[in-house]
């Protein structure tokens, strides 16, 4: 069995900074793309950012400059370095895999429970 686990989610200023991790665990063969979605309050969920398996980056427009998106393959871990935070950026935060099992050799889509990011003063 495959799971995601989010963390890294809290309270902070517009204008901080917050990191997200996105730890895979479990019968893992492979990860391919990871990608990090949001949704806020009375909001259709969106993606924020996705890195493949080589490594290629793309970005929610609203995020471009600000969000950062890495991958630490040896940890099973994808990360969002989340800069100049603003209060629109407040929403729940879901990490989304697509791995392969080692059990079975089948790639399926992976969701995390999601992880709480709140911009306020």
């Known amino acids: 069995q495959v799971q995601l686990v989010e963390s890294g989610g809290g309270l902070v200023q517009p204008g901080g900074s917050l990191q997200l991790s996105c730890a895979a665990s479990?019968?893992?063969?492979?990860?391919?793309?990871v990608r990090w979605y949001r949704q806020a309050p009375g909001k259709q969920r969106e993606l924020v950012a996705g890195?493949?398996?080589?490594?290629?980056?793309n970005y929610a427009d609203s995020v471009k400059g600000r969000f950062t998106i890495s991958r630490d393959n040896a940890k099973n871990t994808v990360y969002l370095q989340m800069n100049s935070l603003k209060p629109e950026d407040t929403a729940v935060y879901y990490c989304n895999a697509d791995i392969a099992d080692r059990r079975d050799f089948y790639t399926r889509n992976y969701w995390g429970q999601g992880t709480q990011v709140t911009v306020s003063s």
């Open positions: 479990g019968s893992i063969f492979n990860i391919y793309g």
């Open positions: 890195i493949t398996s080589a490594g290629s980056t």
